[in-house]
Nanobody, 113 residues
Framework: QVQLVESGGGLVQPGGSLTLSCAAS????????MAWYRQAPGKERDLVAG???????NYADSVKGRFSISRDNAKNRLYLQMNSLKPEDTALYYC???????WGQGTQVTVSS
């Protein structure tokens, strides 16, 4: 059974940093494309960052230069390093395995002073 479990969310002040982690089980993420999405209250779920099986990355314009997606194949984990956080980054962040349309349960990120 494939499971994706996010962690690392929390409350952070504007300008701060957080690192989200997505632990995968039941499948190796090594050669799979993976992605992070986020959903703010009352808004649609949007793509934040993606990484292909080969390691190419892409980012939403709103997070370019501030967020970085990476993977640790040995640990079977996906990461999202978030720097220079803004209040508009507040959302529930989800890990996704697009090939099988699997989602994690989400981790809340709140950016507020």
């Amino acid at each position: 059974q494939v499971q994706l479990v996010e962690s690392g969310g929390g409350l952070v002040q504007p300008g701060g940093s957080l690192t989200l982690s997505c632990a995968a089980s039941g499948i190796s993420i090594r050669f799979n494309a993976m992605a992070w999405y986020r959903q703010a209250p009352g808004k649609e779920r949007d793509l934040v960052a993606g990484i292909t099986g080969g390691g190419s990355t892409n980012y939403a314009d709103s997070v370019k230069g501030r967020f970085s997606i990476s993977r640790d194949n040995a640990k079977n984990r996906l990461y999202l390093q978030m720097n220079s956080l803004k209040p508009e980054d507040t959302a529930l962040y989800y890990c996704k395995l697009p090939s099988l349309n699997y989602w994690g349960q989400g981790t809340q990120v709140t950016v507020s002073s």
